[in-house]
T-cell receptor, first 117, second 113 residues
Framework: GAVVSQHPSRVICKSGTSVKIECRSL??????MFWYRQFPKQSLMLMAT?????????EQGVEKDKFLINHASLTLSTLTVTSAHPEDSSFYIC?????????????FGQGTRLTVV | KQEVTQIPAALSVPEGENLVLNCSFT??????LQWFRQDPGKGLTSLLL?????REQTSGRLNASLDKSSGRSTLYIAASQPGDSATYLC????????????FGKGTKLSVKP
């Protein structure tokens, strides 16, 4: 299957600082990438949909000024958690869709465990 | 609004047993349904993808079925092994969406040697 690389896998940061997470599709072009968040014992919840060359679409309750998403190329999307607080500690994971056809398999990165202290 | 429910939330079985994990979804207008495995602190491993026009998919000891009209899917694991211990997630892609997945909370499986 196609490979999606997410980096870093773990990060610990101080409250008030910003953290950038990268999501790369290594062997295919991804017009659309998705960012999910998973709190302990909860399901993965979609945060935002990232489309190459346009602004991301955020789900209700997700602050777009706090979670900055940039999808500047067909192989890279970044999520920046700005002014992180302990309640932002979570597991963040991206997925990428090859091509433009909805319903094809999306491929997931390895996830990033963010801990804000 | 699509909701995905997985039952049971946790399951413990002795090694060698066959088992069934259940997933239900409220809106049958889906593109596909996917089963994943998630190990503690890790990302997702895709197990099986069933398109809306399909009724089942098989991979090794795994068989997933889909009854779209009734909003149900099952994941059958044959001859379970301790290495199968993980959380199993069910997710659907809604029709009319951009392709994002809606996940259940998962079933945590423990296979005892």
């Amino acid at each position: 299957g196609a490979v999606v690389s997410q980096h870093p896998s773990r990060v610990i940061c101080k409250s008030g600082t910003s953290v950038k997470i990268e999501c790369r599709s290594l062997d295919f072009q991804a017009t659309t990438m998705f960012w999910y968040r998973q709190f302990p014992k909860q399901s993965l919840m979609l945060m935002a949909t990232s489309n190459e060359g346009s602004k991301a679409t955020y789900e209700q309750g997700v602050e777009k000024d706090k979670f900055l998403i940039n999808h500047a190329s067909l192989t890279l999307s970044t999520l920046t958690v700005t002014s992180a607080h302990p309640e932002d500690s979570s597991f963040y994971i991206c997925s990428a869709l090859p091509g433009l056809i909805v319903g094809t398999e999306a491929f997931f990165g390895q996830g990033t465990r963010l801990t804000v202290v | 609004k699509q909701e995905v429910t997985q039952i049971p939330a946790a399951l413990s079985v002795p090694e060698g047993e066959n088992l069934v994990l259940n997933c239900s979804f409220t809106d049958s207008a889906i593109y596909n349904l996917q089963w994943f495995r998630q190990d503690p602190g890790k990302g997702l491993t895709s197990l099986l993808l069933i398109q809306s026009s399909q009724r089942e998919q098989t991979s090794g000891r795994l068989n997933a079925s889909l009854d779209k009209s009734s909003g149900r899917s099952t994941l059958y694991i044959a001859a379970s092994q301790p290495g199968d211990s993980a959380t199993y997630l069910c997710a659907v892609t809604n029709g009319g969406s951009q392709g994002n997945l809606i996940f259940g909370k998962g079933t945590k499986l423990s296979v005892k040697p």
